[in-house]
């Protein structure tokens, strides 16, 4: 297994944001077998540890491929774009005030006379606003173009607040559980 391979190409997967998940997978199942740990146990030290890293880097290809915000900052880094959203914090004034409005409707679930019923509405909306997302995302990256890369890499910060509110939404709804 050669690990300088990005991991559309150790996957053997187009470079897509669009991934078949059943073609991962099985990729993925194939190539374990053929690295797992266990299939070195009685070898030299340096073939166990070789085996683990093999294994680590396939657990993190899958784990990148089978996500879509993992893999839309994985396919930016690979047209040379270093996503840091901890760094490069800009977005738009109008994605901001909707983030706040967000918050305050995920604040406000608690005092619902039902608040799991908030929370589904909530949760429905965000599943949109992140469908429309990735499809603005995949046009802006398809163009491919510095700019719409660019806007690619936006709309990407867009996609990662959403998923942090739905884990913030699960989150909150095991304490009300």
């Known amino acids: 297994?050669?690990?300088?391979?990005?991991?559309?190409?150790?996957?053997?997967?187009?470079?897509?944001?669009?991934?078949?998940?059943?073609?991962?997978?099985?990729?993925?199942?194939?190539?374990?077998?053929?690295?797992?740990?266990?299939?070195?146990?009685?070898?030299?030290?340096?073939?166990?540890?070789?085996?683990?890293?093999?294994?680590?880097?396939?657990?993190?290809?899958?784990?990148?491929?089978?996500?879509?915000?993992?893999?839309?900052?994985?396919?930016?880094?690979?047209?040379?774009?270093n996503v840091d959203f901890e760094k490069n914090t800009a977005m738009s004034p109008m994605f901001l005030m909707e983030q706040m409005e967000l918050r305050e409707t995920l604040e406000a679930v608690t005092n619902q006379a039902d608040p799991f019923l908030a929370i589904d509405a909530l949760y429905e909306r965000l599943k949109t606003m992140q469908s429309e997302r990735t499809e603005r995302f995949k046009g802006a990256y398809n163009s491919g173009d510095s700019q719409s890369l660019e806007r690619a890499e936006g709309i990407v910060a867009e996609m990662q607040f959403i998923e942090k509110l739905c884990i913030d939404i699960e989150r909150l709804e095991e304490t009300l559980d």
């Open 1 to 81: 297994m050669d690990l300088s391979k990005n991991f559309f190409q150790l996957f053997a997967l187009p470079e897509s944001f669009d991934v078949d998940t059943a073609k991962l997978m099985d990729a993925y199942r194939s190539l374990q077998k053929v690295v797992h740990p266990d299939h070195f146990a009685s070898g030299t030290d340096k073939e166990k540890r070789l085996s683990i890293e093999m294994a680590a880097h396939l657990n993190d290809g899958v784990d990148t491929l089978k996500k879509p915000v993992k893999r839309a900052i994985y396919l930016l880094g690979l047209k040379g774009l």
